[in-house]
């Protein structure tokens, strides 16, 4: 069993920035995908950004050049940095990994971004 605990969510000003942090407990293989999704309300949840080894990350087309997503194996830990916010970036953003054949998700992390 994984657990995954995210931190760094909050309310933040059009333009300005907030960093997402999701420490697993326990080791994610490097070749192993962790990722970050979000879900607005009344809408889906959809990636935002997915790492893993060997590849580039992906990120989805509406935050490419604004969110960059990390992985610190070490630490267990996946990083959102997320910079030129919108309101629409609003969401509750949630940690996935994949273990074995597995899929892991965080409780969730409320991001505001106010107009």
């Known amino acids: 069993q994984v657990q995954l605990v995210e931190s760094g969510g909050g309310l933040v000003q059009t333009g300005g920035s907030l960093g997402l942090s999701c420490v697993a407990s326990v080791s994610i293989h490097s070749s192993d995908p962790m990722a970050w999704y979000r879900q607005a309300p009344g809408k889906q949840r959809e990636l935002v950004a997915r790492?893993?080894?060997?590849?580039?990350?992906e990120y989805a087309d509406s935050v490419m050049g604004r969110f960059t997503i990390s992985r610190d194996n070490a630490k267990k830990t996946v990083y959102l940095r997320m910079n030129s916010l919108k309101p629409e970036d609003t969401a509750v953003y949630y940690c996935y990994a994949k273990r074995d054949t597995t899929a892991y998700w965080g409780q969730g992390t409320q991001v505001t971004v106010s107009s």
């Open positions: 790492i893993r080894s060997g590849r580039d990350p």
